[in-house]
């Protein structure tokens, strides 16, 4: 809090005030140093060409200097840009790859298939939704049928990879 009130008083400022003063008073009066020694440089005998010929700078300018640059692209325009062009649009469906493994039944309660969906493993029961828009038809010993909503069908063979196409929800 001390050095707060310190930094905001008035006899702080002033004393700035006056190194100030005297730091510029010093520079001007160059401190008793002396200014560097500045005078001509030798010239060396090498050096006594023309920097820039005339004959580059005429090529330099001509018409024809930029024209393989222009034909060298192939876009319709130099100045067409894709940054303005709408995005693609997402995929609406996904290959999911399916496995029947197979079913079971106990007593009186409907088959229950076992399905291999990717990695996941699914149990459900003949007449579920599995996926967003299949359902299991029926399962027998060989095969799992799945039905979709529009009554297309896919049939599954035991143990056999099938990648089914579905929509995206």
């Known amino acids: ?3 707060e009130q310190a930094l905001k ?3 702080f400022a002033v004393t700035v005030h ?4 005297v730091l510029l008073f010093l520079g001007v009066t160059r401190l008793g140093g002396s200014s560097p020694v500045s005078g001509e440089s030798e010239k060396s005998p090498a050096r006594a060409h023309d920097p820039v010929t005339m004959a580059r700078l005429e090529r330099l300018f001509s ?3 930029f024209r393989p640059q222009m034909t ?3 876009a319709p325009s130099p100045f067409a840009t894709r940054h303005f062009m709408p995005r693609h649009t ?3 469906t996904r290959k999911l790859a399916v496995t029947y493994q197979g079913f079971f039944q106990t007593g009186d309660d409907p088959r229950r298939a076992i399905i291999r969906l990717d ?19 029926e399962a027998t010993l060989q095969t799992l ?3 979709n909503q529009a009554a297309q069908t896919n049939v599954l063979t035991l143990n056999t990879k099938k990648d089914i196409e579905v929509p995206i929800q």
Request: hydrophobic share 50%; aromatic share 4%.
């Open 1 to 3: 809090m001390r050095i």
């Open 9 to 11: 008083s008035r006899g």
């Open 18 to 21: 006056l190194a100030l003063w």
């Open 63 to 65: 018409p024809d200097a």
């Open 72 to 74: 060298a692209t192939n």
């Open 90 to 92: 997402p995929a609406t």
């Open 119 to 137: 990695d996941k493993i699914l149990i459900a029961r003949v007449g579920d939704q599995i996926i967003t828009n299949l359902f299991i038809g």
């Open 145 to 147: 049928t799945l039905t």
